[in-house]
């Protein structure tokens, strides 16, 4: 299991030019890659994208890949030939036209913005490819090294919250019980009170508890909040993305914690009700974090 969140880096070197991957993720409810690449390198936007996609599986992923000459690598200038001979043909054109004296030179042309740029930002893509392969995976790597560990820290927090749904849960049960026996007590007193003589074997009162014993029971919904927490502990041991699941598991947990709030009919168990559903709020905030 693992958290959305974490950083990963990696280098490596292509014949003189470092080339580095930096990768951040954060929590999304789906995937999303927002990748920063420089321009010579942009034909590698296809394939990185295609090793983020198959390591990674939810999470926003910010993707920035950089390159430079080491010291002892070879520096190689970057000349566009066929910009620097539109640039000499408009001169020409714009000389001829305005019959402007003058040379124009070699000096003249290089100075032409996008005609040479610098060692640095020059780099071949099919050359390139193999060593940003290398510095992606390790980037990877460590990214995924990093979500493991918060992972496994938010593990034992839910299954720590969840511990405790399950003991409010079993005194639940056991409270529920003694829900009946009040019940038809305090309707006897309240007859009682109005000064009739009713027996503990008339068949009104009897007709009254069972009508009540029937909407007040609970045990239907104690099976499925116990069989949730169980899917929901089986899944926290998968070593694969379970966020979504999870989020499944938490709103049917919600959606029977309120079914078994409204039927109770107990202050005592309405107290332990409440305390379940922010123990499990604050699972579902975590589980958010969950890829």
């Keep these: 299991m693992r958290s959305m969140t974490g950083y990963g880096r990696g280098e490596a070197d292509c014949g003189g030019v470092k080339l580095s991957v930096e990768l951040n993720t954060v ?23 295609q090793a ?21 690598g070879a ?55 193999p060593t940003v392969e ?20 938010l593990a034992k927090d839910l299954i720590r919250r969840s511990q405790t749904i399950r003991q409010l849960l079993k005194e639940i049960r056991a409270l529920h019980p003694a829900v009946l026996k009040k019940f038809r007590e305090a309707l006897t007193e309240r007859i009682e009170k109005t000064g009739l ?3 503990m074997d008339d068949e009104r009162l009897a007709k009254e508890v069972f009508l009540f014993a029937d909407r007040s029971d609970i045990s239907e919904e104690l099976t499925r909040l116990e069989s949730h927490l169980a899917q929901f502990g089986h899944h926290l041991r ?39 559903k922010t ?7 975590q589980v958010q974090n969950l890829e």
Excluded at 52 to 72: K, Q
Excluded at 138 to 152: C, H, N, Q, V, Y
Excluded at 279 to 285: G, W
Aim: aromatic share 2%; proline share 4%.
């Design 52 to 72: 983020i996609n198959a390591c990674i599986s939810r999470g926003r992923t910010n993707i920035l890949v950089t390159h430079h000459a080491t010291a002892d």
């Design 134 to 153: 290398r510095a992606l995976e390790s980037a990877l790597k460590d990214l995924i090294k990093m979500r493991e560990r918060e992972g496994k820290h």
């Design 279 to 285: 123990e499990l709020e604050k699972i579902r905030e």
């Design 238 to 276: 998968k070593d694969e993305p379970v966020g979504r699941t999870l989020e499944f598991i938490v709103q049917e947990i919600f959606r029977e914690l309120n079914t078994l709030g409204a039927k109770a009919n107990d202050a005592e168990i309405a107290q332990r009700v409440v305390a379940c």
């Design 27 to 49: 929590n999304r409810k789906q995937s999303e890659i927002v990748l920063n690449l420089p321009r010579d390198l942009t034909e590698l936007e296809t394939r990185i994208r």
């Design 75 to 129: 520096r190689h200038l970057a000349l566009d030939v066929k910009l620097a001979r539109s640039y000499h043909d408009a001169m020409r054109a714009l000389q001829k036209k305005l019959d402007a004296p003058g040379q124009i030179t070699i000096d003249t042309i290089l100075q032409a913005p996008g005609v040479m740029r610098p060692p640095e930002e020059v780099i071949e893509v099919d050359r390139a490819w």
């Design 197 to 199: 003589v009713v027996g």
